[in-house]
């Protein structure tokens, strides 16, 4: 069976809106590629659209506005950020920002860092979408993980059938256009992904330096783990998997029905039910929570190794090799 696909007329439009808010899963065009979007405030929405896309690994993932007053309660503006909005926004430049701690937003939608990723796209449909929903809209290319970005309704009908709930048929986009991903996290600002908006833009508008990936990596070359571009995120303390039950000492994160590990702050369970998609939806949350200093390590039940627990174990497994606070590619402020 076919997902819906609609001409993006007002009915569409405010349908797709309400399936949004009700944690549905609707694509929707944008000036670079087609986007599967959800509530970013939705923890269950979001784990959803890695499932749809067969991820094996939770990116983190663009959030989507319609105005930068809808910015305020997510991220902090720096003055780079309002200078660069100012000039290229609605366009196809992301902005990485941090995270306001009192964010309305899932911390699946940035892999569970500190930062995110925000933009506010060009196309009208995507803006009359996106102001109906008043919600922050968390989308990636709506298409199948590894496969090819969709330019057109048709692709993401053929890419991700029956596992979205709307498609809106806004026409083709603009072809080989993707946003340029720019990090405003650190003392410099630094490209993380070449796009729509040229190097020469960026620096003409900030009237300073702005660094490539690159160059970050070189400056990178003396930080624990030069590869991590994207600086996930990764707990303090160490991270025991496959565990059958906790230390005395260790903290707890159960999946299923925990047998005989009684409860309490310390006891923890990704979804008692066995639910992967739930279990995704609350994974970073709970990983913070018990990621404290007065515990030994985090002791992790095992979770299947299918749909979403393929990147569920991707990310714990990472957790388990990496002790150290998330690595930024640039130097902290201060
Ligand atoms: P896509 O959804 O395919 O457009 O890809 C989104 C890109 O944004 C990925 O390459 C992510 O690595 C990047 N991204 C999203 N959020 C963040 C973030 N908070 N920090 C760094 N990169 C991010
Ligand atoms: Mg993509």
Known sequence: MLSRLLPADEAAVTHAAALLRAGKLVAFPTETVYGLGADACQGEAVAAIYAAKGRPSFNPLIVHVADEAALDSLVDRTEDARLLGAAFW?????????????????????????TLAVRIPAHPVALDLLRRVGRPIAAP???ESGRLSPTQAAHVAESLG??????????????????????????????????????????????RPVLYTNLAQELGASLPSPGLLTSHYAPHIPVRLNASAPLPTEAWLGFGADQGIVGGA?????????????????????????????????AIAPIPETGLGVAINDRLRRA???????????????
């Open 90 to 114: 609605p366009g196809p430049l992301t902005l990485v920002l941090p995270r306001r701690p009192s964010a309305d937003v899932s911390l699946l939608v940035s892999a569970g860092m500190d």
């Open 141 to 143: 290319s709506a298409n």
């Open 162 to 207: 029956d596992k979205v709930d709307l498609i809106l048929d806004g026409g083709s986009c603009a072809v080989g256009v993707e946003s340029t991903i720019v990090s405003l996290v650190g003392a410099d600002p630094v490209i993380l992904r070449p796009g729509g908006i040229t190097h020469a833009q960026l620096e003409s508008v900030l009237k």
């Open 266 to 298: 310390a006891r923890r369970n990704l979804s008692p039910r066995g639910d992967l998609t739930e279990a995704a939806a609350t994974l970073f949350a709970l990983m913070r929570l018990l990621d404290r200093q007065d515990f030994s390590a985090i």
């Open 320 to 334: 388990a090799s990496l002790n150290s606070p998330a690595v930024f590619i640039s130097r902290p402020k201060g």
